[in-house]
């Protein structure tokens, strides 16, 4: 169980007493019903930052972790949103990847090292590389993979944390191709793409898995956004304008997606949709589960179920919308089916976001001076809570909260 560090006190919220009522008191601005299609806040912690910044956002297992420009990584709990660490990871002169979360361990890898702390904020170690990281790392266990920087190409390499050696327990040469795309671990195979266009899928002992030509998967353009991977296949977006499904064990193409633009950000994938961003259109919906002509079996070329033309990128999804955040900076609700707008935000301020591509549907979200938020859409609403984002028609009941609003 992790503690708050003794050094930082959250502020609790005082709760006047008044004077006795013969009838019970109207709902409070913090505990008012919460009507259907609206957002409810799940909750808040205020970081108090000074003389520093959110910088980046990001969800793992059971925790929330807040990156600053002074590359402190701030710690919350998922569910209360309570701060349970702050870790000073290094200088802001390098760069600092996502976090990877190995059991009681935390691992952020920068440019030159692997750091190390435990879930109680202490640092352990610093693993120096002899390469350059050059991309998010993912890990199993006590083993950290990542790409690498190598003259010609690249590297992908398998570290063991807890060896006193720096050695890589192994290493996948890829000549003629950059590595700068996290890749995906999926049941212990290992899944990276390069900028020559190649995605790679080796076991976690470096066996090669796929029976194809020198073991990979060749686009025509090249691979720079984050592949995925799940139960239904391996997912990667290439600058040849197609997005990719291919089967996980055969590197066939189950079925692939044409933009028509060349493609740089990661498929967000969910139980049922993949949700794509491409440059110019906006976000794109679409249906991994049902092929387009199912009797022709394998590599068929899926349409967009629907286009959020005026979304940006893609932050949660539950059985019945997808939640986006929209050009205007509002988050706003899509039917699933349809790609209907159906409701959204008046809030605008929020700087920062993440995805969650859990059912939840849990968003994400902060302001650069260290206000983190986890909001909850309220669907069906009949509940009582803190109405702090709400449609267009409730306003006003919104805006009854003003510390909110600020």
Request: proline content about 6%.
């Amino acid at each position: 169980m992790r503690k708050p560090p003794l050094s930082l006190v959250l502020a609790l919220s005082a709760v006047g007493m008044g004077c006795r009522h013969t009838q019970p008191p109207p709902p409070t601005d913090q505990n008012q019903p919460i009507p259907a299609q609206s957002f409810q806040r799940q909750w808040e912690a205020d970081l108090a930052l000074k003389d520093d910044s959110v910088d980046r956002l990001f969800v793992r297992d059971d925790l929330v972790f807040v990156y600053t420009q002074s590359h402190k990584a701030y710690v919350l709990s998922r569910s209360g949103g309570q701060v349970l660490n702050i870790d000073a990871v290094a200088g802001a002169t390098i760069d600092l990847f996502p976090p990877v979360v190995l059991g009681d361990k935390v691992v952020y890898p920068t440019n030159t090292t692997l750091e190390v702390y435990d879930n109680h904020g202490v640092h352990q170690r610093t693993i120096n590389t002899d390469n350059a990281i050059r991309t998010p790392a993912v890990g199993n266990k006590n083993v950290v993979f990542f790409g690498s920087e190598y003259p010609g190409g690249g590297r992908l390499i398998a570290m063991d944390i807890t060896r006193l050696s720096t050695i890589p327990i192994w290493q996948v040469m890829t000549p003629g191709g950059a590595l700068s795309a996290a890749p995906a671990l999926y049941q212990g195979v290992l899944y990276a793409g390069t900028h020559d266009g190649k995605i790679y899928a080796v076991s976690e002992d470096r066996t090669a898995i796929w029976p194809l030509e020198g073991g990979v998967f060749l686009t025509a353009g090249k691979i720079v956004a984050d592949v995925k991977a799940d139960q239904d296949g391996v997912y990667f977006a290439s600058t040849d304008s197609k997005l990719y499904c291919v089967d996980r064990m055969t590197g066939k193409v189950k079925w692939q997606y044409f933009s028509g633009r060349p493609l740089t950000a990661s498929p967000q994938v969910t139980a049922d949709t993949v949700y794509q961003s491409v440059p110019d259109v906006g976000v794109v919906a679409i249906d991994k589960t049902k092929s387009k002509f199912p009797q022709y079996g394998q590599g068929d070329n899926r349409d967009a179920k629907w286009i959020a033309s005026d979304a940006v990128e893609f932050l949660a999804a539950d059985e019945k919308f997808a939640y986006m955040r929209t050009r205007d900076n509002r988050i706003t609700a899509f039917d699933k089916q349809s790609g209907k707008q159906v409701f959204q935000s008046q809030r605008t301020d929020l700087d920062l976001f993440t995805q969650n591509p859990d059912k939840d549907g849990l968003i994400y979200a902060a302001t650069k001076n260290g206000k983190i938020f986890a909001i909850k859409p309220s669907v069906t609403g009949g509940g009582v809570g803190e109405l702090v984002l709400a449609n267009p028609t409730l306003r006003m009941l919104a805006m009854a909260d003003r510390s909110d609003w600020r």
